[in-house]
């Protein structure tokens, strides 16, 4: 089964095809974080527009780097929620139009599932049940994961994404958008001189909260002379702070669960510093942590095209109905055999 996958719930138009067997065939992906950038962030409006220009020559692009011609498709994967409800649509109708047109079926998919299920694409794929650790620009979850849609929440961020803060972080050091990566370079040159906050360490619990981390980050930049080295500075103490936070929330998670493997995903899994802390906390604890290669832990269709190929093999897909959901609970999906 050849399945396209479409990814558009924020900023990257990305398309990709997996096949069941063969796997991953192609993928293609544009980034519009050049035109956010000169307004510090995501406009919505601006971004469905950009989707609507970029995503069919895209469809074409990803056909013929796979040497497929249409007809060869079997089934269509799109990113339905959350995200931006402009930027879903652009997405949800064009693989809804072309499932109609080409008869064949169009699955929605969550688009966290799609991050959690990232690491799938690796030659050496964590096997289930594990603890995911999903730190994204909108979201930071903490899941148990049983199986395909078998999700139980044990923690989320109360505030804040860990993406979100790094993104605010960043601004405030004047680092442009998008901010995490620019951060984590900036930390690269910072010298451990401050000591932030650990938050919601210190009380039983698997939730996040990092505003506080935010306020205590402006406030030492407040107090600081502002020069480069201070910003250095506080960037790697801001990253450590995470980094700490992240591994803490995770060890307990793991030890709660008596699981032994743990799965990170999402924007903010690129960040090699929270990498290697996670790498190493697990092998303390006689675990194991799986991550997707850089590029599939940013948004992308390759883990949109899996996730909906598991589906689509389950029986499971879409009426024509064309539908987006800004918001959904990843602990509502369904599993593969219901
Ligand atoms: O998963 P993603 O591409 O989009 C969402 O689903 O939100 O995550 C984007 C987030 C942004 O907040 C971005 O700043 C952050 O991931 N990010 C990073 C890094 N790369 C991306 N944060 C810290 N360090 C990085 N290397
Ligand atoms: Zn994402």
């Known amino acids: 089964m050849y399945v396209l996958g479409i990814e558009t719930s924020c900023d990257e138009t990305a398309v990709a095809i997996f096949h069941?067997?063969?796997?991953?065939?192609?993928?293609?992906?544009?980034?519009?974080?050049?035109?956010?950038?000169?307004?510090?962030?995501?406009?919505?409006?601006?971004?469905?527009?950009?989707?609507?220009?970029?995503?069919?020559?895209?469809?074409?692009?990803?056909?013929?780097?796979?040497?497929?011609?249409?007809?060869?498709?079997?089934?269509?994967?799109?990113?339905?929620?959350p995200g931006l409800m402009g930027a879903l649509l652009v997405g949800a109708a064009t693989a809804r139009s072309l499932a109609w047109t080409w008869q064949i079926p169009a699955i929605a998919v969550h688009h966290m599932e799609g991050h959690l299920l990232a690491p799938m694409l690796e030659t050496d794929p964590p096997a289930f049940p594990f603890v995911a650790l999903l730190i994204s620009g909108g979201h930071s979850l903490l899941i148990e994961v049983r199986a395909i849609g078998d999700y139980q929440l044990l923690g989320e961020s109360l505030d804040d994404a860990?993406?979100?803060?790094?993104?605010?972080?960043a601004k405030m050091l004047e680092l442009g958008y998008p901010g995490g990566p620019k951060l984590s370079k900036l930390a690269e040159s910072g010298?451990?001189?401050?000591?932030?906050?650990?938050?919601?360490?210190?009380?039983?619990?698997?939730?996040?909260?990092f505003s506080g981390l935010k306020t205590f980050t402006l406030n030492t930049l407040q107090n600081s002379e502002k020069t480069d080295q201070d910003k250095a500075d506080i960037a790697y103490a801001f990253q450590q702070a995470m980094a700490e936070t992240l591994t803490i929330k995770c060890r307990r998670a793991l030890q709660q669960t008596g699981l032994k493997t743990l799965v990170i995903a999402g924007g903010v899994s690129a960040n090699q510093s929270i990498r290697q802390h996670l790498i190493a906390m697990t092998t303390t604890i006689g675990a194991k942590a799986y991550?997707?290669?850089?590029?599939?832990?940013?948004?992308n269709a390759a883990m949109i095209a899996y996730a909906g190929c598991q589906r689509l093999l389950a029986g499971q897909s879409q009426d024509l109905q064309i539908t987006a959901r800004p918001r959904w609970p990843i602990d509502q999906l369904l599993g593969l055999g219901r």
């Open 191 to 209: 010298q451990p001189r401050y000591k932030f906050p650990r938050p919601m360490t210190d009380r039983p619990g698997l939730d996040f909260s």
């Open 291 to 299: 991550f997707p290669r850089p590029d599939f832990c940013t948004d």
């Open 162 to 169: 860990a993406g979100e803060a790094f993104d605010k972080t």
């Open 20 to 81: 069941a067997e063969k796997g991953l065939l192609s993928h293609v992906m544009y980034s519009q974080a050049e035109t956010h950038s000169e307004y510090g962030g995501v406009v919505p409006e601006i971004a469905s527009r950009d989707h609507i220009r970029k995503l069919s020559p895209l469809i074409r692009q990803c056909l013929q780097e796979a040497e497929l011609a249409s007809a060869q498709i079997n089934g269509i994967a799109y990113t339905a929620g």
